[in-house]
């Protein structure tokens, strides 16, 4: 509060250069520090995870479809059966 427009809680301290802080309170506050940092970046990859696999079944079902639509397009076996019920109807 002894500054103008920033709350106490706003500021940013250094703790090595604290005054008054124990050893074992610089500890915890790192150990704090690095499980945040751990926590923000399992978010970024887990978003990241999500981004890849949403790619990767885009491009599955894609191919998927694509197969299906190709074989349902191909119509050599209706002139192979053509073929044959000529031959048959020859003989």
Do not use: K
Request: overall charge positive; proline content about 4%; hydrophobic content about 40%.
């Amino acid at each position: 509060p002894g500054e103008q427009g920033e709350a106490a809680f706003a500021r940013r301290i250094d703790p090595s250069r604290e005054p008054g802080l124990s050893p074992e309170q610089r500890r915890l506050m790192a150990q704090v520090e690095f499980a945040q940092r751990q926590r923000a970046l399992q978010r970024r990859l887990r978003s990241r995870n999500v981004l890849l696999a949403l790619g990767i079944g885009a491009v599955t079902f894609g191919i998927y479809g694509y197969t299906f639509y190709s074989v349902s397009q191909e119509r050599f076996l209706d002139e192979l059966e053509q073929e044959a019920e000529a031959a048959r109807a020859r003989a």
